[in-house]
């Protein structure tokens, strides 16, 4: 079974721009969530959704978007980028909702804010 | 005080050693533990995940889970330069807190041939 895939896998934005990332999840998988993580605050959760659904929100402010599509891919998307955005965004993906401790991740994709 | 408190190293270790790393937590909703591997530039992958108390084990890795104190453990055996990587304990609640992880902040291991 193929992974959980993440494009684009780098990029570099300027602050103030907005930039939307892709994350496939695992065939059959129907929840995706997101994480970012930082050499400073380690990994956080931002969200997660199912069923094309926001299930749960970690503490991020409302710059932070995304949602899920029928086929269960999902978009994450930061508007207004600032310096301190820059991080490794991680999609994870799990069968159901609820059962984190079933989370498989991707590569990520590491933005940098310029 | 954070959720999940691990300490970062680096650790480093000859090959052959036995690793220990460790977790400690003060959130008792806890319920499901997780052990994730980091390699550089890749995301997180799940080692072993454990139910509320007790040990459990997968070829070189064992878990061990002690909720009395709030504090969890992963043991590598015969530990090998492939080994070297980021380890990051994970954990989550039952009920309406399992759809999220707690991450501890990671231990970075090196393992010398």
């Known amino acids: 079974k193929a992974g959980v895939t993440q494009t684009p896998r780098y990029l570099i934005k300027t602050r103030g721009q907005q930039v939307t990332l892709s994350c496939s999840p695992i065939?059959?998988?129907?929840?995706v969530s997101w994480y970012q993580q930082t050499p400073g605050q380690g990994l956080q959760f931002l969200f997660e959704?199912?069923?094309?659904?926001?299930?749960n929100k970690g503490n991020f402010p409302g710059r932070f978007s995304g949602r899920q599509f029928s086929n269960s891919r999902s978009e994450m998307n930061v508007s207004t980028l600032e310096l301190g955005d820059s991080a490794l965004y991680l999609c994870a993906s799990s069968p159901k909702t609820g059962r984190a401790y079933e989370q498989y991740f991707g590569p990520g994709t590491r933005l940098t804010v310029t | 005080q954070k959720e999940v408190e691990q300490d970062p190293g680096p650790l480093s270790v000859p090959e052959g050693a036995i690793v220990s790393l460790n977790c400690t937590y003060s959130n008792s909703a806890f319920q499901y533990f997780m052990w994730y591997r980091q390699y550089s530039r890749k995301g997180p992958e799940l080692l072993m995940y454990?139910?509320?108390?007790g040990n459990k084990e997968d070829g070189r890795f064992t878990a061990q889970v002690d909720k009395s104190s709030k504090y969890i453990s992963l043991f590598i055996r015969d530990s090998q330069p492939s080994d070297s990587a980021t380890y990051l304990c994970?954990?989550?609640?039952?009920?309406?807190?399992?759809?999220?992880?707690?991450f501890g902040k990671g231990t970075k291991l090196s393992v010398i041939p």
């Open positions: 994970a954990m989550s609640a039952e009920g309406a807190g399992s759809y999220q992880l707690t």
């Open positions: 065939s059959g998988h129907r929840s």
């Open positions: 454990t139910y509320s108390s």
């Open positions: 959704y199912f069923s094309e659904t926001q299930r």
